[in-house]
């Protein structure tokens, strides 16, 4: 689980090094806030027990990171980078009920449908890579979930200009991801551990608001330039 963390920070480090170096007017900013309300369908595979399945509500509020290679520069396509931490709210008030703690990496893929001086509107596909934990200690004991996750979502998104600097862009989507990983259960006083299989497969509405700083196309060649 930890490389699988360690190579979600790399990708994150390599896309923020590679695209702004494109030709394009890209956009830098924040994502606040990230919210989001669905089902998940949880199965776990105990080591000396049978299976059972869950069905829990889910939702999640998160902020985090953004970069856009079009905000409002006329073109067809955008890439948009979306690096969040999440807190996911996983259960219900009649059973167990946890915070998880999630880092994820969007990849959202946009084609323009609309495009204007003050607005620009786009769908498109995106691609998520996900990290999600949750620990508790007890007194004698203590539980540890880890899974990673892979998640595609039709999007819709619009982004507002405003002035020759910001812009503001919401985004809507219904995201379908599936997870896997495990459970360890410690039980110190006896010195007792079991380890579970875990999968989980989510459906969610989302809604995101980002706020991104634009920064002006840049002519990289201008060391060839003759004077």
């Known amino acids: 689980m930890r490389i699988f963390f360690y190579l979600l920070l790399t990708f994150a480090f390599v896309g923020l090094l ?7 007017a890209t956009g830098l900013g924040i994502q606040i806030p990230s919210i989001a309300s669905g089902t998940s369908n949880r199965t776990i595979d105990p080591e000396d027990g049978d299976t ?11 902020f985090g990171f953004v970069l856009d290679t079009k905000v409002a520069k006329r073109g067809v396509f955008n890439y948009r980078l979306n690096i969040n931490y999440e807190i996911v709210d996983l259960g219900d008030e009649n059973a167990w009920k946890e915070d998880f703690k999630r880092l994820a990496i969007d990849n959202t893929f946009g084609f323009a449908v609309l495009q204007s001086k003050v607005v620009r509107l786009w769908i498109g596909p995106q691609v998520r890579l996900a990290y999600m934990s949750y620990s508790s200690d007890l007194e004698y004991a203590s539980l540890d979930v880890n899974l990673i996750g892979l998640g595609l979502a039709p999007v819709f998104g619009a982004n507002f200009n405003i002035g020759s600097l910001v812009s503001i862009c919401p985004e809507l989507g219904y995201r379908f991801s599936i997870y896997g990983g495990s459970m360890t259960f410690n039980e110190e ?14 459906r969610e509405f989302f809604l995101r608001l980002n706020i991104l700083f634009r920064k002006q196309e840049v002519n990289l060649n201008f060391l060839n330039q003759k004077y």
């Open 52 to 62: 059972y399945d869950i069905e829990q509500d889910i939702g999640h509020f998160g």
């Open 189 to 202: 006083y006896y010195e007792y551990e079991q380890e579970d299989v875990w999968a989980m497969s989510n």
């Open 18 to 24: 590679i695209i702004p170096n494109a030709s394009f």
